[in-house]
């Protein structure tokens, strides 16, 4: 019988031998493999931290000794052990999230996604325990080596050195790799490590050596090398990194010696102070396929061969694939245009540009206040920088946005990736708070192209402006047909359809365009004309939609962003300004954390569909439904603009 079957909980690891957890070890790999290829999710990054995860939780007790991964995407191990075995649906609503969930179990502790934010999350922890008497408990961070690049890490680390009475172990997950390799100053010095000639040489030769006498001369290698951590780690001078810190520092171990990890970790909890174990892994390790990805060694992947490691699905060009081919086109034309990114060259589809002008991309990371306080000053030694980064992560650089950037009026373009629903990832993913939060920056200029053509368009637009941010967002996945307008107005406004009468006004933001075209065509076997409109650039409100919505009964505004505060808010704002009182309905997503499903399943749920949208209108226009549509023949006036009232 398989032993992963029989592990229910992490206290089913205690009574396995050393050979049995290797043999969990294999299992593990192979349950992996064959699951994630049929649903899709983080692949590599799990492979690669199969023994560190078993040790883990050998050594320590969760949930009582909180376990916290930065990021929860290598959580996949954890969720094995601690009796989440069914993958079936892993990414799919009603199954498991592929981050940590405290709703699927109490061993889970940290949800979001977003790194460099573990070792913050541990000093708090640790704190509360310390501070409650719980002082026989301890608190373990998982952090990857990608994510030491980011700030957080280190004010972290700071305050947890301030403070040595406490029970806090720092596992750092050095595979040389977060997305794609970890770049930096920071990551030059741990590749020392991981690749020191003396480390490996003097690792390999005790381990052949010992390995000559059997059980009992592995068991004294063991013995040996725990003796030696310290020596190997002063002979790399690996602990000069840590010295000003005064935190011990165990390491580095090798990441799948289960046995060294589980010694070097009992060392780390006996210790009563913080400590720092450096474990070096390898990202895939197991599955030749993933080792051979020179990309990001199957980092994430949707449906695959398991065998073979190939997608199953042919992929249709999406819509980072056509920005990557846009920026190539404009860098072509613009030497000043320069690229950005914080440690996702290739998700957000700038390797291709990077190959053409190595010289004028910059990765700076996972370092996104860094990315944008930096592109401020690239802007003021008069180059372009283009900051791509996901939707999401936009939050982690507002103040630089608004501060660094738009205050000193510096021409940076930036360009959100993955914006809106993105589905399975679930809440710390979807990168629905954009419109909202970045709308409030003075000067701001927002388009959200609604396909490919506007798309480049938009970009070619955006490197133009050289004195205040401009942001490009576009959702996850593949790029439908382009939308083609029937008239383009002096604003820049695109007029998409227009119906036999002016009773609803559609202002449709980037790809919901193509829905509210097919609300318009719900809406005339309806008899209720409608005029759709895509403002290109959703921010500033442009005056020709200020004159459309003062001769319309009904405007309905479609954006695929929190409704509290979105661009729908910002219209009907600027339509009382400008003396207009035509009823907005603003439509969009709930101000709620959304859990993982899929992009038409939480539209469905949000009433973000045409059948209903429609329905929706047609009792509006009836007057049975609020807000009501103004009686046909009204002219949407209310007395003069407030810039000319006294």
Same mark, same amino acid.
């Given at each position: 019988m398989p032993?992963?079957?029989?592990?229910?909980?992490?206290?089913?690891?205690?009574?396995?031998?050393?050979?049995?957890?290797?043999?969990?070890?294999?299992?593990?790999?192979?349950?992996?493999?064959?699951?994630?290829?049929?649903?899709?999710?983080?692949?590599?990054?799990?492979?690669?931290?199969?023994?560190?995860?078993?040790?883990?939780?050998?050594?320590?007790? @969760?949930?009582?000794d909180p376990i916290i991964f930065d990021t929860g995407h290598q959580s996949y191990?954890?969720?094995?052990?601690?009796?989440?075995?069914?993958? @079936?649906?892993?990414?799919?609503?009603?199954?498991?999230?592929? $981050?940590?969930?405290?709703?699927?179990?109490?061993?889970?502790?940290?949800?979001?996604?977003?790194?460099? @934010?573990?070792?913050?999350?541990?000093?708090?922890?640790?704190?509360?325990?310390?501070?409650?008497?719980?002082?026989?408990r301890h608190v373990v961070a998982v952090v990857g080596d990608g994510a030491l690049t980011g700030g957080m890490t280190w004010e972290a680390l700071n305050n947890i050195t301030d403070d040595n009475d406490r029970n806090l172990v720092?596992?750092?997950?050095?595979?040389?790799?977060? $997305?794609?390799?970890?770049?930096?100053?920071?990551?030059? $010095?741990?590749?020392?490590?991981?690749?020191?000639?003396?480390?490996?040489?003097?690792?390999?030769?005790?381990?052949?050596?010992?390995?000559?006498?059997?059980?009992?001369?592995?068991?004294?290698?063991?013995?040996?090398?725990?003796?030696?951590?310290?020596?190997?780690?002063?002979?790399?001078?690996?602990?000069?990194? $840590?010295?000003?810190?005064d935190i011990k520092y165990l390491g580095p171990v090798d990441g799948h010696d289960i046995g060294a990890l589980i010694e070097t970790l009992e060392l780390a909890k006996s210790y009563g102070a913080p400590v720092l174990v450096h474990a070096i892994t390898e990202k895939g390790r197991g599955y030749q396929p993933a080792r051979e990805d020179e990309a990001d060694q199957f980092h994430a992947v949707n449906r695959i061969d398991p065998a073979t490691g190939e997608p199953l699905a042919s992929s249709a060009r999406g819509w980072t694939d056509v920005f990557s081919e846009a920026l190539v086109d404009v860098g072509q034309r613009d030497e000043s245009v320069i690229a950005m990114t914080a440690a996702m060259l290739r998700p957000t589809g700038l390797a291709p540009f990077a190959e053409r002008f190595p010289d004028r991309v910059y990765d700076v990371g996972i370092a996104e206040q860094h990315a944008v306080a930096a592109a401020a000053g690239l802007a003021f030694g008069g180059l372009h920088p283009v900051v791509a980064m996901y939707a999401t992560f936009m939050g982690r650089a507002f103040d630089q946005v608004l501060m660094d950037v738009a205050l000193h009026k510096a021409g940076v373009t930036f360009v959100l990736d993955r914006a809106g629903v993105t589905g399975p990832d679930g809440p710390s993913h979807h990168g629905m708070w954009d419109l909202a939060m970045l709308q409030i920056v003075p000067h701001i200029r927002i388009a959200a192209p609604r396909d490919a053509s506007r798309l480049a368009e938009a970009l070619d637009e955006a490197v133009d402006v050289d004195d205040a941010p401009t942001v490009i967002r576009f959702p996850k996945g593949a790029v439908a047909e382009d939308v083609p307008a029937i008239e383009r107005l002096t604003d820049g406004v695109d007029v998409l359809s227009r119906g036999e009468s002016e009773d609803v006004l559609i202002v449709a933001i980037g790809p919901f365009a193509a829905l509210a075209m097919d609300v318009s065509k719900r809406l005339r076997a309806q008899g209720i004309g409608a005029t759709v409109i895509d403002p290109r650039w959703a921010i500033p409100v442009q005056p020709s939609i200020v004159s459309l919505a003062r001769q319309h009964r009904l405007v309905i505004t479609l954006e695929d962003g929190i409704r509290v505060g979105g661009i729908g808010t910002r219209v009907r704002q600027v339509l009382r300004e400008s003396g207009v009182d035509t009823a907005v309905d603003e439509l969009g997503l709930p101000d709620e954390f959304i859990d993982h499903a899929s992009r038409d399943q939480i539209l469905t749920d949000a009433g973000l569909t045409a059948s209903k949208i429609a329905q929706d209108i047609v009792a509006q226009v009836l007057g049975t439904r609020i807000p009501v549509a103004r009686h046909a023949g009204e002219t949407g006036t209310i007395g003069l603009p407030l810039h000319q009232r006294h």
């Open positions: 032993i992963l079957h029989g592990i229910m909980r992490p206290e089913d690891l205690n009574p396995l031998s050393a050979s049995q957890l290797e043999e969990l070890a294999g299992e593990i790999r192979t349950f992996l493999i064959e699951n994630v290829s049929k649903t899709g999710g983080h692949l590599g990054p799990n492979l690669g931290v199969v023994e560190l995860t078993i040790a883990l939780h050998r050594v320590f007790e @969760s949930p009582d191990v954890h969720k094995l052990l601690t009796g989440r075995q069914d993958f @079936s649906a892993l990414r799919v609503r009603g199954g498991l999230a592929g $981050y940590p969930q405290r709703s699927e179990s109490p061993h889970d502790v940290v949800e979001s996604s977003h790194a460099s @934010s573990s070792l913050s999350w541990a000093d708090g922890v640790s704190r509360a325990l310390a501070a409650t008497g719980r002082d026989d720092i596992v750092v997950n050095d595979n040389g790799r977060s $997305y794609a390799p970890t770049i930096g100053g920071m990551s030059r $010095y741990l590749n020392k490590v991981r690749t020191a000639a003396a480390y490996k040489d003097l690792h390999h030769r005790s381990d052949r050596f010992f390995r000559l006498f059997g059980p009992m001369g592995r068991a004294l290698f063991r013995g040996v090398r725990g003796g030696t951590h310290g020596f190997l780690s002063r002979f790399t001078n690996n602990e000069a990194l $840590y010295s000003n810190l």
